[in-house]
């Protein structure tokens, strides 16, 4: 991961909106990127449509190559890219501005930090039609929140079983029947559940392992134990994550679907390349969108 992808994964939470950048970004922009942008703000549209609309007009160069001539195009071929010395800086010191990728050397986008910057400044700017219809109704956004190292510390299990169960079930601690339930709540989690059932139409969303038959029971009776009125009727166990619909899912792993959830994944943990590391940040987050 390059040191700007980096970087943008640990900003990218500002609060950055479309006002922000016109006021505050002006110096990095084109006149017809400043004009592009204004037309954006005035038209609501859904969530999809208003971040493509702010990716064209920030950051088209990423389409640069679609007009290429034939010359253009060869050039591109042999890792040059064909556009102007001038252009080139100016384009890449405002991706630095924004902490989104610089353009690779034959001028192509490197990977998607231009659209998780959009959809990021969309969901600030607070003008996109399905949340526009959440207001007109009075109805929440939707969160689901995993379990296992997100609800629950799953660590804490393991310190409770046998040492015999574990040589026994080396590599496959998840199958120790009951384990699920020895569980405690992960620091903060009861509390920043309860906030999110405030402030959004809250769910679980969590997978048990398919070998392990006691683990299906042993969520519900945790979720019973420590979320008895909060989250009634609200647990879901899937293998399949990425079928539900909603618009944040609280998840510290890719799989099982996460991954491809059509909403914001919300990547928690405190380690790796996970961009909330623990219940404050998550928080602190979902208070700018609420």
């Known amino acids: 991961m390059t040191q700007l992808l980096i970087k943008f994964k640990n900003v990218f939470m500002t609060a950055l909106t479309i006002g922000k950048i016109l006021n505050d970004y002006q ?72 902490s989104v990728s610089l353009l690779s050397e034959d001028g192509y986008s490197t990977d998607n930090s231009s659209d998780l910057f959009c959809e990021e400044v969309v969901r600030h700017t607070k003008n996109y039609k399905e949340l526009l219809e959440h207001k007109k109704n009075k109805t929440k956004q939707t969160v689901f929140v995993d379990m296992d ?60 392992p398919w070998d392990n038959p006691s683990a299906w029971q042993d969520k519900l009776l945790w979720v019973k134990k420590y979320l008895p009125d909060e989250a009634y009727k609200r647990l879901i166990l899937s293998h399949n994550k990425h079928l539900v619909h909603g618009d944040f899912l609280i998840d510290d792993r890719t799989a099982n679907g996460a991954g491809k959830f059509l909403g914001k994944h919300i990547h928690f943990g405190p380690k790796g390349d996970k961009d909330f590391a623990d219940w404050k940040a998550v928080i602190a987050y979902l208070k700018n969108l609420t």
């Open 149 to 208: 190292n997100v609800l629950v510390n799953f660590k804490s299990g393991i310190d409770k079983i046998s040492e015999e169960d574990k040589l026994k079930y080396e590599g496959d601690l998840d199958e120790v029947p009951g384990i699920f339930f020895l569980m405690e709540p992960y620091d903060g989690a009861i509390e920043g559940y309860k906030w999110l059932c405030k402030n959004f139409d809250t769910y679980i969303l969590s997978t048990a």
């Open 27 to 98: 110096g990095f922009l084109m006149d017809y990127e400043v004009e592009q942008l204004r037309k954006v703000q005035r038209t609501p549209s859904d969530f999809t449509t208003q971040v493509k609309a702010i990716q064209l007009a920030l950051f088209a160069e990423e389409w640069d190559f679609m007009g290429d001539s034939g010359a253009d195009s060869k050039d591109r071929s042999r890792g040059i890219n064909p556009m102007n010395q001038e252009y080139i800086d100016r384009v890449n010191k405002k991706r630095e501005a924004f």
